[in-house]
Each structure stands twice: as structure tokens, then as C-alpha cells.
């Protein structure tokens, strides 16, 4: 199953910016003048849609992201060190803080939000302590 995210943005180019400093790349092929899709893995994609064309796919209003929380979106990482560089480039590249990191031990986390307000929860979970469920 691909997973497909999609979230308003205000400036197709200013998400473009901010997301590459985090190491993300962009399906060219599926992006254009309302939408980039920006890959996050093999099998999830965010695509990053003009506020207009967001707008053509609900009837509903668009939430103000940086007034209310509409969607956390969670991206596990290889290491401690992976979050805390995620979060620190996204902060450096014009997010802001959400809330404090999160270590449990097993798992740690940071949160941040994007120019746009859409709040990003890189974490690292230890695998020896997921055991094999799934």
C-alpha cells in the first residue's frame, strides 16, 4: 500500500526550499504548478498542494494550521541523532519548536512545524525493544 499526504501549502517554492534542506527530494513527474509530490519512502509520498487545489478535493475549509492541529505526521528514523538533526535543520531553515523532546528510553522524539504549520514528529524507536510484532 502507498500512503498519500496531502497538506496545504501557501508557497510551492518555500516548501520546495525547506524540505530539501531536510533531505527530502521530489517526484518531478508528479509535481507541477499546484502540487509537489515529495517522496518520504519507497511506499509514502506527502504531496504539497496549493491551497486552491487542496481546496478542489473537500468541501470543507481548510484548516489554519497554525492555529488548530489537523494531522501529526510521524516519521520514524534510523537514530537519536537522525532526529535531533532533522529537527535542528528545520528549525535552522525557518520551522518552529512544537512542544519538548520526548525520550522514553525505548523511543525519543522532537517535533517541529513547517513554514506552513503542519506539525512533523521525527522519532527513533529502539528496534530490540519493538520485538517482532508488527
Same mark, same amino acid.
Given at each position: 500500500m502507498h500512503v498519500y499526504i496531502n497538506l496545504p501549502v501557501a508557497d510551492l517554492d518555500r516548501s520546495r526550499r525547506f524540505f530539501s534542506v531536510l533531505g527530502f527530494d521530489f517526484n518531478d513527474k508528479f509535481s507541477d504548478a499546484t502540487g509537489l509530490a515529495m @517522496?518520504? $519512502?519507497? &511506499? $509514502? +509520498? #506527502? %504531496?504539497l498542494? +496549493? !491551497?486552491?487545489k487542496f481546496a478542489s478535493f473537500t468541501p470543507r475549509r481548510i484548516a489554519d494550521s497554525r492555529e488548530v492541529s489537523e494531522v501529526l505526521t510521524a516519521l520514524q528514523l534510523a537514530s537519536r541523532e #537522525?532526529? *535531533? @538533526? %532533522? &529537527?535542528d535543520q528545520a528549525l535552522a $531553515?525557518?520551522?518552529e519548536p512544537v512542544g519538548? #523532546?520526548? *525520550? !522514553?528510553g525505548f523511543m525519543y522524539g522532537r517535533a517541529f512545524s513547517d513554514p506552513d504549520g503542519h506539525i512533523w514528529e521525527p522519532i527513533w524507536m529502539n528496534p530490540d525493544a519493538m520485538g517482532d510484532e508488527e
Open positions: @517522496r518520504i $519512502s519507497e &511506499t $509514502s +509520498t #506527502a %504531496m498542494l +496549493t !491551497h486552491e #537522525a532526529v *535531533d @538533526r %532533522m &529537527t $531553515s525557518g520551522g519538548t #523532546a520526548q *525520550d !522514553h
